[in-house]
C-alpha cells in the first residue's frame, strides 16, 4: 500500500525524528522533496500517524494520503526517480495537449 506522507516539522530535529521513524519501518519508500515521503507498505493511514504522532511539535503540520495509481515528477534525485518509475509503471510521461481554444 502506497501512502504520501507530507510534514512541515517546526524544528529540524522533529523532521530528522520522523524521516528515522520512516525507515525504521519501510523498505520501501523515497524522499523526493524536504518534508514529502511516498512509502510503500502494510500499514494504514492511522497507524503512520499514531506512529509519528508522538514526534511532532504542538506546531507542525502532517498529511497522510493513500496514493493513486498514477506519478509525475520533475528534478528529484536519480535514486527518487527510479523508484517512483518502479512503483507507479505506466504513469504518463506525455505533456498536456494543447489547451483547446474558446
Keep these: 500500500m502506497i501512502h504520501v506522507i ?41 497507524q503512520i500517524y499514531a506512529g509519528v504522532r508522538p514526534l511532532l511539535h504542538l506546531s507542525d503540520r502532517v498529511l497522510i494520503i493513500k496514493a493513486g495509481m498514477e506519478a509525475i515528477w520533475h528534478g528529484v534525485s536519480e535514486e527518487d526517480a527510479e523508484w517512483l518509475a518502479a512503483n507507479f509503471p505506466g504513469s504518463p510521461a506525455e505533456p498536456l495537449p494543447p489547451r483547446p481554444k474558446d
Design 6 to 46: 507530507s510534514f512541515d516539522a517546526a524544528k529540524t530535529a522533529m523532521s530528522e525524528r520522523i524521516g528515522d521513524w520512516i525507515r525504521r519501518y519501510y523498505d520501501s519508500y523515497a524522499n523526493p522533496i524536504p518534508g514529502t515521503w511516498i512509502v510503500d507498505g502494510p500499514l494504514m493511514a492511522d
